[in-house]
Nanobody, 128 residues
Framework: QLVESRGGLVQPGGSLRLSCQAS????????IGWFRQAPGKEREGVSA????????????YYADWVKGRFTMSRDNAKNLIYLQMNNLRPDDTAIYYC???????????????????WGQGTQVTVSS
């Protein structure tokens, strides 16, 4: 089970950190990702981290449009995944989801259908 932290309302240019708590160990996941879905749009990948040897953060991939604004990290000991979002823009408004997959996945391609486990989503609204 994956549970995202509460999102919120942020002004343009502001920052927000989301967290995702896994009920069990995250060591066994092949990849963990953040996705988002804006109203009327398809769910899209934000970032994804591919595990290496379980305990060590592997390669992290970001959607092209992130452009250095977002950073994904993990705390293996606490089974937490984070998404630090800086310089937020109104078009970042969406429901954000964390997701995980245990088997091999094309992590850098952010295929939604490859992820087996999803959080309930958390609303992030960027508005003045």
């Amino acid at each position: 089970q994956l549970v995202e932290s509460r999102g919120g309302l942020v002004q343009p240019g502001g920052s927000l950190r989301l967290s995702c708590q896994a009920s069990g160990t995250i060591y066994g996941y092949y990849a963990i990702g953040w996705f988002r879905q804006a109203p009327g749009k398809e769910r899209e990948g934000v970032s994804a981290m591919q595990s290496t040897h379980g305990l060590v953060s592997g390669t992290t991939y970001y959607a092209d449009w992130v452009k250095g604004r977002f950073t994904m990290s993990r705390d293996n000991a606490k089974n937490l995944i984070y998404l630090q979002m800086n310089n937020l823009r109104p078009d970042d408004t969406a429901i954000y989801y964390c997701a995980a997959v245990e088997r091999w996945a094309d992590v850098k391609s952010f295929y939604v259908h490859e992820y087996d486990y999803w959080g309930q989503g958390t609303q992030v609204t960027v508005s003045s």
